[in-house]
């Protein structure tokens, strides 16, 4: 079966960095996904790691390291519009772009 | 570009009372996914479709439960019949075939009494 794990909270302050892992256990998929969904709102693309390695897009970077089954999502300079959940998602592009979500984590971003 | 439109947004029905969820992708894109959001269970893939085509529906919960993309731009998702456990918020979304990001409509908020 397919299983991704992520804190469920995450708190910090205006300003400082924070960095939310997603550990899976699952095979044979395309990339791993990140999405950002505000309260009461639809998730939104975030970004995209196809590859092993570090996608910057802006304040947020996306990691990704097959051989440890782990990824991360980095926001840099937090906002407080930030203040939302973040769902790591496995892509399987060959399956017509099917995504499986982890249960997200909320983050919440003091003054 | 209007979006994902999804409609009705909000749609409260009492247990055993047909609902019917609707959804126009975005012009282009070639896949459209079913997602249902709870607390409890997340954000839950119920099935897909590419190229109007239904590929996967594992994620169907039963057979109350059925969806149909009769052509490009239009999709139902029907709950019959429907039962206070269903509540829930449900996505549509829209991709292209070689798309990374998919893009979700509003939702439809639905509640079952």
């Known amino acids: 079966g397919q299983s991704l794990e992520q804190p469920s909270e995450v708190t910090a302050v205006e300003g400082a960095i924070v960095q939310i892992n997603c550990t899976y256990q699952?095979?044979?998929?395309?990339?791993l996904s990140w999405y950002q969904q505000h309260d009461g709102g639809a998730p939104t693309f975030l970004s995209y790691n196809a590859l092993d390695g570090l996608e910057e897009t802006g304040r947020f970077s996306s990691f990704l390291s097959r051989s440890d089954s782990y990824g991360y999502l980095l926001l840099q300079e937090l906002q407080m519009k930030d203040s939302a959940s973040y769902f790591c998602?496995?892509?399987?592009?060959?399956?017509?772009?099917?995504?499986?979500f982890g249960q997200g984590t909320e983050l919440s971003v003091k003054p | 570009d209007a979006g994902v439109i999804q409609s009705p947004r909000h749609e409260v029905t009492e247990m055993g009372q047909e609902v019917t969820l609707r959804c126009k992708p975005i012009s282009g894109h070639n896949s459209l996914f079913w997602y249902r959001q709870t607390m409890m269970r997340g954000l839950e893939l119920l099935i897909y479709f590419n190229n109007n085509v239904p590929i996967d529906d594992s994620g169907m919960p039963e057979d109350r439960f059925s969806a149909k993309m009769p052509n490009a731009s239009f999709s139902t998702l029907k709950i019959q019949p429907s039962e206070p456990r269903d509540s829930a918020v449900y996505f549509c979304?829209?991709?292209?075939?070689?798309?990374?990001?998919?893009?979700f409509g509003p939702g439809t908020r639905l509640t079952v009494l």
């Open positions: 998602a496995v892509n399987y592009y060959n399956q017509g772009g099917k995504l499986i």
């Open positions: 979304a829209s991709s292209t075939s070689a798309g990374d990001e998919q893009f």
């Open positions: 699952t095979s044979g998929f395309y990339g």
